[in-house]
């Protein structure tokens, strides 16, 4: 019965004149279904190939069977059940908590920056010095921005110390037009994309020509120009929506992916999960990627779960998954690089685990060293940062040098700091700017809500801070 159902829907699909599908045929032979294809890598590719494969798989054919259908009915040894067709066994053995060895960490250099197995993206120079370049800048940056946060002239800030060779190799593996839903550790993505030094200084200040107006929390970056969609603090909310918007590229066809970051603690909302499972049955173009950085505030990754990390997770979702040394920005453009390939190609969700460390306290609203031994945050400080490591193998090629060192991280910290200064001597946002841009027209309780402050202020200027104009 499955199947003659099966065969009826899909004739209809490929018989509809959008469906790419109309090369196909559905053929009977005894009890059997097969599908046909004038062209062998219809069924693999595009939107024809996801309607039937998930007709398919609803049905209980499997991937490979896709292009000869051989659904059979009442097979000896398997049962068809909604969803799947599933072995019997008269063993009664519940499946082990893990599986034999846990998945290993894809890496492509040495701790000291030597090549390792074959998997080397070819980087040119020039590819290889801006990447370093920026991941110099926002080291330069977090410092800067972190002690003038410590001056009290902005009210928030957090770094991505440990973490900058991994957000810059991502950057750098995605196409510049791929939409990005960040976290709020991958400012990063932001600077590789052109977004400026000014822009920067102008959001955290919080001036009138910063991205969020004043509006925002400092480090919470947005740009449409640059496809990175606005941080929100709420942990997780970025998942979904990078989904939603995956899904549409794929239903215009537009060969991009969206992307989305998120840590490990971010990893246990339940926005992961439904954010994940969503990827997969839809067949949606995104990657999701963590960075592994072993805290969530005090909360250190031991406590965040039982099985094989956040990777491990991929197969349950049917969600390929890969694990990398975060710190090894090589490894890291590879992997990122072949999962953008994957989801554009197949239109198929990527998992990927970046183990990392958050060297730098949680934010400035926290000390680490209140939860964490002293001693562990200097190891990965010494020992396995991936910005010096990416540099040990610049300079194994002859691609730079403590003379170019010196130089760059002179020249950027002038920049930050003349910029952070700069952003300082702006106006702030006009008082009416409060209650602008979310909605089309003013609604009228927000209408009121601005005459009251405006008479509050008349009442009491003395209160009213004087650099916001009114
Ligand atoms: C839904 C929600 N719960 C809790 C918080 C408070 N909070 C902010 S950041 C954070 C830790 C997140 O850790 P992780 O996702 O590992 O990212 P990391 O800071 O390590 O980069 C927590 C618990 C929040 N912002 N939103
Ligand atoms: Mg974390």
Same mark, same amino acid.
């Given at each position: ?5 099966a065969?009826?829907?899909l ?17 009977r032979?005894?009890s059997k ?5 004038e ?7 595009? !939107?024809?190939?996801?309607?039937? *494969?998930r ?9 490979d ?7 059979e ?13 599933i ?6 053995q519940?499946?082990?908590?893990l599986l034999?060895?846990r998945?290993p ?9 030597k ?6 993206p070819?980087l040119?120079?020039?590819?290889a010095q ?13 410092n800067v921005f972190?002690n ?12 991505c ?7 810059i190799?991502?950057a750098?593996?995605l196409n ?6 960040p ?6 993505v !932001?600077?590789?994309?052109?977004? #400026? ?5 102008d959001?955290?200040i919080?001036?009138?020509? #910063? ?5 925002q929390?400092s ?10 969609f606005?941080?929100?603090s709420v !942990?997780?909310t ?18 991009r992916?969206?992307?989305? *970051?998120f ?14 499972n ?5 067949e ?7 960075r ?11 406590q965040?779960y039982r099985?094989?990390?956040i990777? #491990? ?10 694990r990398?040394d ?5 490894a ?20 990927l685990?970046l ?9 400035t609203s926290?000390?680490?060293t209140k939860?964490?031994?002293?001693a ?9 940062? #991936?910005?010096?490591? *990416? ?10 040098n403590?003379t ?7 020249y950027v910290?002038?920049?930050v ?5 700069a ?9 009416a ?7 089309d027209s ?5 209408a009121?809500?601005e005459?009251?402050?405006?008479e509050?202020?008349?009442?009491c200027?003395?209160?009213?801070p004087?650099d916001?104009?009114?």
């Amino acid at each position: 019965m499955a199947s003659s159902v099966a065969a009826r829907k899909l004739l209809r699909i490929a018989r509809k004149p959008w469906s790419p599908s109309a090369a196909l045929s559905v053929k009977r032979s005894g009890s059997k279904y097969f599908v046909e294809a004038e062209d062998p890598d219809l069924c693999r590719t595009g !939107l024809g190939g996801s309607l039937f *494969f998930r007709l398919f798989s609803s049905l209980g054919a499997s991937h490979d069977s896709l292009l000869h259908c051989n659904y059979e009915e009442n097979a000896e040894q398997r049962a068809a059940f909604s969803g799947a067709t599933i072995a019997y066994t008269e063993d009664l053995q519940f499946v082990s908590k893990l599986l034999p060895s846990r998945i290993p960490c894809f890496r492509v250099l040495s701790e000291l920056g030597k090549e390792l197995g074959k998997d080397v993206p070819q980087l040119g120079r020039t590819m290889a010095q801006k990447m370093y370049e920026q991941m110099v800048t926002l080291q330069v940056l977090d410092n800067v921005f972190y002690n003038a946060q410590r001056q009290g002239r902005f009210a928030f800030y957090a770094t991505c110390t440990g973490e900058e060779a991994l957000n810059i190799a991502c950057a750098a593996a995605l196409n510049d037009t791929d939409t990005v839903f960040p976290q709020y550790r991958e400012p990063g993505v !932001l600077l590789w994309r052109g977004y #400026g030094l000014q822009e920067f200084a102008d959001h955290c200040i919080g001036n009138y020509q #910063g991205h969020g107006k004043g509006r925002q929390m400092s480090i919470h970056y947005g740009s449409s120009k640059l496809h990175y969609f606005t941080i929100s603090s709420v !942990l997780g909310t970025q998942i979904p929506h990078a989904v939603g918007a995956g899904y549409s590229l794929k239903m215009e066809n537009e060969k991009r992916c969206s992307v989305t *970051f998120f840590g490990e603690g971010a990893a246990s909302e339940g926005d992961f999960h439904g954010g994940v499972n969503f990827a997969a049955c839809l067949e949606v173009p995104v990657l999701f990627i963590c960075r592994n950085n072993g805290w969530a505030i005090s909360t250190p990754a031991s406590q965040q779960y039982r099985g094989d990390g956040i990777a #491990g997770r991929g197969q349950a979702y049917g969600v390929r998954s890969i694990r990398v040394d975060g710190n090894d920005a090589l490894a890291v453009f590879s992997a990122v690089k072949a999962a953008r390939q994957l989801a554009v190609d197949n239109n198929e969700p990527v998992l990927l685990e970046l183990m990392t460390y958050r060297v730098g306290h949680h934010s400035t609203s926290d000390d680490s060293t209140k939860y964490r031994d002293v001693a562990e945050i200097r190891h990965w400080t010494e020992k396995r940062d #991936g910005v010096a490591r *990416f540099r040990n193998w610049l300079e194994s090629k002859g691609w730079w040098n403590k003379t170019m060192e010196e130089q760059f991280r002179w020249y950027v910290r002038a920049e930050v700091i003349a910029c952070l200064a700069a952003a300082e001597a702006k106006n702030k946002p006009p008082l009416a700017d409060l209650f602008s841009d979310v909605y089309d027209s003013v609604p009228q309780n927000l209408a009121e809500q601005e005459t009251q402050v405006r008479e509050a202020v008349r009442k009491c200027p003395e209160v009213y801070p004087t650099d916001v104009p009114l």
